[in-house]
């Protein structure tokens, strides 16, 4: 077996993650996260209380810690100095408008923490190191769908910077030293434990209520939907993945495009709810369109997304309504 240090293994991606690489029998994780309050780390600890049960041979073991706050050192101290094989990279501080208000603290853990981890993988002889990087790196690029070939990155947002400078950095070390760099760019995932501030969820919350969703600018800008559970197999294609290449760039996306107005009418299809929609102005650092090409990915991952918009909603509404009790 082999050992992985996962960084946001309590979170939603994370979690999800967890449950497929361990279900392979192939795998020890080693769960890093600070269960951020951004949103109520209660949910966090539900995950990692479910994958304890579920794995409680120590297959999966966690430790609460924030990426920048700790050195090279003191990771492998925390590990106890445990062979680690891969690293795969999720923690991160989330949100492209609050990135707006707050750039030094997503500058401290995106940037920051991700040398802390580089340099953890650099001493403790890591040779895979899998990152989870972001559709925003693309910002307002009009040449679409995005290829990861593509010359110019536009971010224009805090967080789509600091995302950016993860991908280089990581470029370095691999070209440094023998670590194996594979940066994947995540498009709007989506499903069940889905953060409570992103859009889907959000929306849902406010239609079972009663209340008004507001919709930045006229509801014709545009997301490239992507179900968590054909994510985390792009993913964890990924992590498995043996190949002599020392950095490596992928979308994971759906390659769907879909319209804000669309999603919440899918929304309404699949709870039989009706929405009371306001328009209001679009935010600064919201981008007006993402799109995935994913040929590179399909190729490279055998990556093939083939949940619908509405099949993806419907898996998320029926796990939203199983946890009612839980506090959003």
């Known amino acids: 077996?082999?050992?992985?240090?996962?960084?946001?293994?309590?979170?939603?991606?994370?979690?999800?993650?967890?449950?497929?690489?361990?279900?392979?029998?192939?795998?020890?994780?080693?769960?890093?996260?600070?269960?951020?309050?951004?949103?109520?780390?209660?949910?966090?600890?539900?995950?990692?209380?479910?994958?304890?049960?579920?794995?409680?041979?120590?297959?999966?073991?966690?430790?609460?810690?924030?990426?920048?706050?700790?050195?090279?050192?003191?990771?492998?101290?925390?590990?106890?100095?445990?062979?680690?094989?891969?690293?795969v990279h999720l923690a991160a501080k989330a949100g492209v408008r609050p990135s707006i208000d707050a750039p030094e603290e997503y500058y401290r853990t995106n940037v920051t923490g991700m040398v802390n981890l580089l340099e953890f993988a650099r001493l403790a002889g890591v040779r895979d190191f899998i990152y989870s990087s972001s559709s925003s790196v693309y910002g307002?690029?009009?040449?679409?769908?995005?290829?990861?070939?593509?010359?110019?990155?536009?971010?224009?947002?805090?967080?789509?910077?600091?995302?950016?400078?993860?991908?280089?950095?990581?470029?370095?070390?691999?070209?440094?030293?023998?670590?194996?760099?594979?940066?994947?760019?995540?498009?709007?995932?989506?499903?069940?434990?889905?953060r409570p501030d992103l859009a889907i969820h959000k929306f849902y919350n406010n239609m079972k209520e009663g209340r008004e969703i507001l919709l930045y600018g006229d509801g014709t800008t545009s997301r490239d939907y992507t179900f968590v559970g054909d994510l985390v197999k792009g993913i964890a294609a990924a992590v498995e993945r043996d190949v002599p290449d020392r950095f490596q760039v992928f979308n994971l996306g759906s390659g769907r495009p879909v319209s804000l107005l669309e999603m919440v009418r899918s929304l309404e299809r699949v709870t039989g709810m009706i929405a009371k929609i306001r328009f209001i102005e679009e935010q600064p650092g919201d981008v007006k369109h993402t799109w995935a090409d994913i040929s590179r990915a399909a190729e490279a991952l055998h990556y093939h997304p083939g949940t619908s918009l509405d099949k993806g909603i419907e898996t998320f509404v029926t796990w939203k309504e199983k946890v009612t009790s839980i506090i959003y």
């Open 1 to 87: 077996m082999k050992t992985i240090l996962l960084t946001g293994g309590a979170g939603f991606i994370g979690s999800h993650l967890s449950e497929v690489l361990l279900e392979t029998g192939r795998y020890r994780i080693i769960c890093l996260d600070n269960l951020d309050d951004f949103y109520p780390a209660q949910l966090k600890k539900d995950n990692l209380n479910n994958l304890s049960a579920r794995y409680p041979y120590g297959d999966f073991r966690f430790i609460e810690g924030d990426i920048a706050s700790f050195s090279a050192h003191e990771l492998m101290e925390i590990t106890h100095h445990q062979r680690v094989d891969k690293l």
């Open 140 to 194: 307002n690029n009009p040449a679409v769908p995005w290829k990861e070939s593509t010359p110019e990155l536009r971010p224009i947002s805090p967080y789509a910077a600091t995302k950016i400078a993860g991908e280089q950095m990581g470029q370095v070390y691999a070209h440094l030293y023998p670590i194996r760099f594979t940066a994947l760019r995540l498009f709007t995932v989506y499903g069940p434990r889905q």
